[in-house]
């Protein structure tokens, strides 16, 4: 109670802080021609973050919370962020356009599931942005489910209809795309201004939530307390054997290939091997199976720079 009652204070602040954004189009748009549709009013953000922890528990739904899904949400909304160009990043949402390549990547399979339940809080509370709604959503998520308390601010805003598209290819693929796994987290995660501590934090993340085979093609949780934030991936990763699926449920696996305990009821992604294989990789995640302390704080600041990342009123 003691840690919902903080949270809850800085969603307090956080409505204090909020202030209409700048009338300039963001960098983080794909092109100069994108029109911003709407700037962040002013909002109540404690009563938002009310309606978010009203319906993340979803009996049913996969392990009975829709956290881990409002958390990829975010991610992915925030994970197309560029250095080198300045577009990408949480502002924007154009990913709600039914229409709009970036509903139809791959990568965002399954992600109209967590719009859908995040428009009722959008009517509720017209004044706040899709682009912060998704955003502050998913940091309540991870804060309702036992994470550390994050500094989140609103400032995002959402484009028009008829924003260009970034391109395909920007968020993380489980198999390496073709390369070693080590090798393209770094290509996807230095693109956004991360180094491999950063990396190893943010694939802390994996700690929630389930993979859907009508989805990525993939199976299963990666811990056994999948709506529960804690450094229990780390400590599975090393302490666990990891040996490839071959089969599911009695068939041979037919899905891309993935990693599984002695059990078969866990598993992990080759990205996620990767981080116990490659030898800069490694030793972040024996540090975070030890202290989970230090993934939580490590984690909280990462998790705040990829949600501020091209953001032009955080510029």
């Known amino acids: 109670e003691e840690a919902k009652a903080a949270a809850k204070a800085v969603a307090a602040a956080a409505a204090a802080a909020a202030k209409p954004a700048a009338e300039a ?26 309606a ?28 197309t962020f560029d250095k080198n160009t300045g577009r990408g990043g949480s502002e924007g949402a ?13 990568a965002n399979a399954g992600l109209n599931l967590a719009r859908a339940r995040l428009e009722k809080i959008k009517e509720q509370f017209p004044e706040i942005t899709y682009s912060d709604l998704w955003s502050f959503a ?41 390369k070693n796994p080590a090798d393209h987290l770094r290509d996807i995660f230095y693109r956004m201004g991360f180094n491999d501590q950063e990396i190893v934090a943010l694939s802390g993340a994996h700690a ?19 709506t529960t934030f804690s450094n229990e991936y780390f400590r599975l990763l090393l302490d666990e054997k990891w040996t490839k ?19 078969g009821d866990l598993m992990m992604l080759p990205t996620d091997i990767s981080l116990i294989q490659d030898d800069k990789f490694r030793p972040w995640v024996e540090k ?14 990462a998790w705040t720079k990829l949600q501020e990342n091209g953001v032009k009123a955080f510029a």
């Open 52 to 79: 978010i922890v009203d319906i993340l528990d979803e009996p049913g739904y996969d392990d009975g919370s829709i956290g881990p899904l409002l958390v990829r949400l975010a991610w992915h909304s925030a994970g």
């Open 25 to 50: 189009v963001p960098q983080s748009s794909s092109s100069s021609k994108d029109a911003v549709i709407q700037k962040p009013g002013k909002v109540d953000y404690a009563k938002v973050r009310e």
């Open 94 to 106: 154009c990913m709600r356009y039914e229409n709009h390549p970036e509903a139809g990547w791959g």
């Open 288 to 301: 975070y199976a030890k202290d989970e302390e230090l993934f939580f704080k490590d984690f909280a600041k």
């Open 138 to 178: 998913g940091t309540v998520a991870l804060e309702e489910m036992g994470g550390p308390e994050f500094k989140w601010r609103p400032g995002r805003r959402d484009l028009d209809v008829s924003c260009n598209s970034l391109p395909d290819g920007l968020l993380p693929d489980a198999d390496g795309r073709g």
């Open 245 to 263: 699926k071959t089969t599911h449920e009695g068939k041979p696996w037919t899905g891309p290939e993935q990693f599984e305990d002695k059990t």
């Open 208 to 226: 929630l939530g389930r993979c859907h085979p009508n989805g990525s093609g993939y199976w299963g949780p990666w811990t056994r307390a999948p």
